[in-house]
């Protein structure tokens, strides 16, 4: 990364040491009643009482709505009112109104990282509607674990940077086209980059499309066309990104051109040169089956219309090893000096299009792909069955040229297989039926059988393409193709199916036979680190709200690159992520989020653990050995934090010193009934909160401690909760390995579970008071047993509780003094079951 | 043994199953089924899955254990195991069939299922070989009660003959 980026540099005072010296903390806490939601079980005004008593509070106010315009204005005007500089809002999860309360206190002048939510519905009153005394008392040991962290909360600056309104597009299949014409159309600059000599894809190959069968390079050609001509695109073929760095909206790009050896611009596509050309090449647009020219043009309609010299096959361009073509080209286009060359350029946003690969028939062996010369691919078929292909349309076998009599297609080939993609396809089910019509369509006496697993005809029109196929006489068996044999003499093919609905082994012999090959992710092999699934396409931002976004911003997916996909919905996406990436092109500037880690320099022992663990590449150590974070790259999970040895990291909103102070409180009274729990934003929180909205009942002893990312989670949290006493501690994320929002957060807190447990082995701690687990969005029921079998774990007393061992005398004097500290205030309040805190030594301090 | 290993089997037999999505490509791959259509392990599996029981046919005792099927399936169900455990549970249950106790018998009587021939001692001899040494049925017994493969084979006795009565 060579770019500066807008923050500045990690450098500098660590911030957190500036809270501490802040004059006066004035915070504000409102507890919600969410009509009876909450009210009916909490009793919120012994909640509002209570949370007068804690350090630092100077207003507290009940709501019956908070959320609604007054309770929201209520807010304002007590900030103006009271000075307040903290707000804890207590009603529902931070994931539905966090926002809503940002937007209120901004509006009302203070800094919205300053407004923090305690989760008293979905983690109190909708999960413990039968035990309103303990749930009260949950609700205000929640509300003192904000309180606590307000205290430390720190103003985070509200960034944005501006934006470079051009647009990199790689791959320019037919998703890469649709997204650069659409860009350019609405005015922005497109760099589209592509692998091949000519744009298109494998739509540019295919012969007829379904589900209409209209020729697919007569509705291609013309869009071809139009990419080259149109003046906001420039496009690059031959090439491929070499490096990608900077942020959304200030990509710094280069590419790497191939040498084409053919100049663009005189080449007026003549072909004289391929008559002289001694070389025979396979050729890679009819599929091997023919032979084309070291130097060629994929085909007819290629764009740019123009030759290229495959240097590998070439004898040499000079006149002594051969040099034929340029001898023969009367518009002087050859160029044998020509060399790659690199183009650098600046981008706001990137679109990946590069689209998919037709999975690998010889994956397969038991269908004799590559031994039975009759045996081909779906992909051989479209060359074999088109004009401008070997057989100038004419449908033969490869063995003998013969038309065949009688053809198979066998579906699922290199598709649900676990040995080579275990999902579905989606688009050779209807490649299939549109193979046999076009084999109908031409030969009407040809008999062909369709061998599938299950037909899933499922987009628009599908059906029509299927009835119409039993109309023509196409026989559909439902069975997948156990194996192909050969007849040595004839070379036709014996193909051995259980016909599933009869339970009836089926032999039949057929001249032909076409596997309906699936696709096979190519997604990964590029300069940016996108997550990918395992079968290698680009993982999208939300699988339904956030289709064509990625999790690095300004980084957008489309077509075949995201999953298999036929070219509808290929440019249906495309269009959409070039609407998602004009927003940030047309807006000039973007906002990004101001919770990004730094580095406290004179902590940081320069051990580098940090970078390998940030997933966005976003810490790199300068030549002073220096390691800082480049704010714009870092999306805030904290696994470096997670891991620093030293502590050296600065994670705004989820310090060591807010989250220590959380569990401090959280453990102030009857600790060893108590289970900390951490869960992570995105998954395992969600999930808590799925079990409070389905009003899912179990025991009151959870304190829920959210993080971004559960590798934001430290070794250090869980020792320092059994040190104070804790009965069980909860490690909770997205499910392993890659459900996880930041990538890899979870592998590496998974990583720390060794290490927590070796810890609590050396001090007498049972294993079972230590769970890490995986919850989704969608576990609400998971959540619930977990916190019900917890529960069981802490009703034995802790046998063992440790003495710090790294802590000073100082501090373990502060927890003794701490415990009579409480003693003594739940004196003065004089409540038999005081819900009083005051753990810390901080709290009880600022109080006096 | 008892009841509870055999749910226990019957369990673990069904999570194996699972993944099974009927497609058919064990069936069209088995030698046997070609000429047996009895033996079909995709029913076998299906059966395991859908009806949750074992199938009471018996038709598993024809696979011969090539692993073909094993081999093909897409979804990496162990179908060659799937059927073995079908046997050793009908087994127990005393529903082998009558042949494969009779051999089961006869090696325990004579410790080898087939027995060295003459000619072949003889060849042996002729080439200078040492003699192969002779089965001690006193060694397999032992094993097959070691194994409780007696106790099974004792109980399918008993349930041929009951059946012949
Ligand atoms: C045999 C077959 C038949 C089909 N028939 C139909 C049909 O009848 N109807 C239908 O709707 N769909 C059909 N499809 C599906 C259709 O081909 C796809 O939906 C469509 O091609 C997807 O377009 P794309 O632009 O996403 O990907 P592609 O067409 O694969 O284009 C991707 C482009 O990106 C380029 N590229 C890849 N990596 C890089 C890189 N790193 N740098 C630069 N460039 C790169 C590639 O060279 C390629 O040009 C068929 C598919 C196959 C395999
Ligand atoms: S689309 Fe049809 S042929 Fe392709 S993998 Fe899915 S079910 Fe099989
Ligand atoms: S690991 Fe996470 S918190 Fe740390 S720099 Fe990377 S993105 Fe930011
Ligand atoms: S091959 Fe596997 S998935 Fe297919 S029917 Fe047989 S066991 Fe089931
Ligand atoms: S292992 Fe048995 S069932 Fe499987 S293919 Fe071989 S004979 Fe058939």
């Known amino acids: 990364m060579t770019t500066s980026h807008p923050k500045g540099s990690s450098a500098g005072p660590p911030e957190a040491e500036v809270v501490s010296s802040e004059p006066e903390l004035r915070i504000g806490v409102f507890p919600c009643k969410c009509g009876k939601n909450i009210g009916a079980v909490v009793d919120i005004d012994a909640v509002a009482e209570y949370a007068k008593t804690l350090p630092g509070v100077v207003h507290v106010q009940v709501n019956t709505y908070t959320c609604a315009d007054p309770g929201q204005r209520e807010i304002q005007e007590a900030i103006t009112q009271h000075g307040l500089n903290r707000i804890v809002v207590a009603s529902c999860s931070p994931t539905m109104h966090e926002d809503t309360f940002r937007k209120t206190v901004k509006a009302a002048g203070l800094n919205p990282y300053l407004c923090i939510m305690t989760n008293i519905r979905e983690h109190v009153s909708w999960v413990h509607q039968h035990d309103p005394k303990s749930a009260t008392q949950k609700a205000m040991d929640l509300i003192a674990m904000s309180v606590a962290k307000a205290a430390t909360l720190v103003a985070q600056p509200e960034l944005d940077v501006p934006v470079t309104q051009a647009a990199l597009i790689v791959g320019a299949g037919v998703a890469g086209m649709q997204a650069a014409l659409d860009l350019a159309d609405a005015g922005f600059k497109v760099h589209l980059v592509e692998r091949q000599p000519t744009i298109g894809g494998i739509m540019a190959i295919l012969d007829k499309v379904f589900p209409q069968n209209d020729c697919s390079i007569c509705i291609l050609g013309p869009k071809m066309v139009d990419v080259a001509k149109h003046p906001n695109i420039s496009l690059i073929t031959m090439a491929e990104v070499e490096s990608i760095s900077g942020y959304v909206g200030n990509f710094e790009v280069r590419v790497k051109q191939r040498p084409r050896y053919v100049d663009m611009d005189k080449c007026t596509s003549c072909g004289d040169c391929v008559e002289v050309c001694p070389v025979d090449v396979p050729s890679r647009t009819d599929q091997n089956l023919t032979w084309q020219k070291a130097i060629q043009i994929p085909f007819p309609q290629a764009v740019p219309s123009s030759y290229f010299i495959d240097p590998e096959a070439c004898l040499g361009m000079d006149l002594i090893r051969c040099g034929k073509c340029i001898d023969r080209c009367e518009q002087e286009a050859i160029i044998p000096s020509d060399k790659a060359k690199y183009i650098d350029f600046d981008v706001g946003v990137i679109i990946l299009a590069t689209g998919f690969k037709p ?322 934003a995105f998954c395992s929180y969600r999930g808590s909160d799925l079990a409070g909205v389905s009003r899912m009942q179990y025991p009151t002893n959870a304190r829920v401690i959210r993080a971004m990312c559960s590798g934001r989670y430290s070794v250090k949290f869980a020792q320092k909760a059994f040190e104070l006493g804790a009965g069980a501690v909860l490690y909770s994320g997205c499910h392993l390995p890659a459900d996880c929002h930041f990538q890899t957060g979870n592998v590496w807190m998974a990583k720390r579970e060794p290490r927590i447990r070796g810890w609590m082995k050396r001090n007498n701690i049972e294993d079972e008071r230590f769970r890490v687990e995986w919850v989704s969005a969608g576990e609400g029921k998971k959540w619930q047993t977990i916190m019900t079998e917890m529960a069981n774990a802490v009703k034995t007393p802790r046998k063992n509780i440790p003495t710090p061992k790294t802590q000073t005398v100082a501090k373990s004097e502060k927890s003794a003094k701490s415990k009579t500290k409480t003693t003594s205030k739940d004196k003065q309040a004089g409540k038999p079951r005081s819900p009083s805190k005051g753990a810390s030594q901080k709290k009880t301090t600022r109080k006096k | 043994m008892g009841e509870d290993f055999q749910r226990n089997q019957l369990k673990e037999l069904k999570e194996t199953a699972l993944p099974c999505f009927q497609c058919g490509v064990c069936s069209s791959s088995c030698p046997v089924f070609r000429v047996s259509p009895e033996l079909n392990p995709r029913l076998s599996v299906d059966s395991i899955i859908s009806r949750g029981k074992v199938p009471s046919e018996g038709n598993e005792w024809l696979c011969a254990y090539c692993l073909m099927c094993d081999q093909r399936c897409p979804m990496g169900v162990s179908l060659a195991e799937i059927l073995m455990v079908i046997k050793n549970i009908s087994a127990r249950e005393g529903k082998a069939p009558p042949d494969v106790i009779e051999s089961a018998e006869s090696l325990m009587a004579d410790g080898c299922q087939s027995p060295i021939s003459s000619r072949s001692e003889k060849q042996r001899e002729d080439m200078g070989l040492p003699k192969l040494p002779r089965a001690n049925p006193a060694d397999v017994q032992m094993l097959f009660r070691a194994t409780g493969a007696a106790e099974v084979v004792e109980l399918n006795r008993k349930a041929v003959e009951e059946a012949s009565e």
């Open chain 1, 359 to 680: 999975a690998d028939p010889s994956k397969t062996p038991r269908l004799g792909w590559g031994r039975f010369p009759n045996v081909i691919t779906t992909l051989e078929f479209e060359r074999l069955i088109n004009a401008a292909g070997p057989t100038e349309g004419k449908l033969v076998r490869p063995s003998d040229l013969i038309k065949p009599t009688s053809v198979a297609i066998a579906q699922c080939v290199g598709s649900r297989d676990i040995g080579t993609r275990s999902a579905c396809s989606n688009y050779c089910c209807a490649e299939s039926v549109k193979c046999a019509l076009l084999i109908k369509e031409h030969y009407p006496d040809t008999e062909v059988t369709i061998y599938y697993q299950d037909l899933r005809m499922h987009g628009k029109y599908f059906e029509d393409q299927y009835l119409k196929a039993r109309e023509e006489g196409v026989k559909f068996i439902r069975g997948r193709v156990g194996e192909i044999q050969q007849y040595p003499d004839t070379k036709n093919l014996r193909v051995s199916v259980e016909d599933t609905t009869h339970n009836k082994l089926s032999m039949e012999t057929f001249d032909m036979v076409i596997l309906s090959m699936g696709a096979e992710g190519a997604a990964g092999d590029f300069p940016l680190p996108i997550s990918c699934t395992s079968d290698s396409f680009y993982i999208e931002s939300h699988p339904k709200l956030k289709p064509v976004d990625t999790s690095s911003a300004g980084v957008f997916i489309c077509g075949g690159a995201e999953s298999p996909k036929d070219i509808r919905d290929s440019v249906i996406q495309a269009s959409a992520a070039a609407g998602r990436a004009a927003i940030i092109l047309q807006k000039g500037r973007y906002p990004i989020e101001a919770l990004s880690a730094k580095i406290m320099q004179d902590l940081c022992s320069r051990c580098g653990t940090c970078v390998s663990r940030c997933p966005y590449g976003a810490i790199s150590q300068d030549g002073t050995g220096k390691f800082t974070i480049m704010g714009a790259l870092c999306q805030a999970c904290g696994t470096c934090a997670g891991d620093c040895p030293q502590d050296a990291i600065y994670m705004p909103n989820f310090t060591s010193q807010q989250i220590e102070a959380q569990i401090e409180t959280a453990l102030a009274e009857n600790p060893s009934d108590k289970i900390v729990a951490f869960a992570c």
